[in-house]
């Protein structure tokens, strides 16, 4: 557990998996991000953001009229990880 908060400054508060998005971070994502949401480990997570404590989830396989997942916002505490620290 002392890798945690040696790379948790590193992750910024906000962070999105769409391109369009302004918090889309590509080579952070290759990196590898792991989020843990209510204490529990999450993949689905599409953007989270930690100072405001919400993350929002992919609702299966649904798509909205753009493309894009169709997502459920849900708010906790929000806590990202790096998957390779270690």
């Known amino acids: 557990m002392t890798d945690t908060p040696e790379a948790a400054p590193a992750l910024p508060d906000r962070l999105s998996v ?3 998005s302004p918090y889309y971070d ?12 209510k204490g529990v480990d999450k ?3 599409e953007e989270y953001c930690v100072s405001e404590g919400w993350v929002r989830l992919s609702a299966g396989k649904t798509l909205d009229r753009a493309g894009n997942p169709m997502t459920v916002k849900l708010k906790g505490p929000v806590e990202p ?6």
């Open 18 to 20: 769409n391109p369009n």
């Open 43 to 45: 993949t689905n997570v």
């Open 26 to 37: 590509e080579a952070l994502l290759e990196r590898g991000i792991g989020i843990r949401f």
């Open 81 to 86: 990880y790096l998957r390779d620290a270690g």
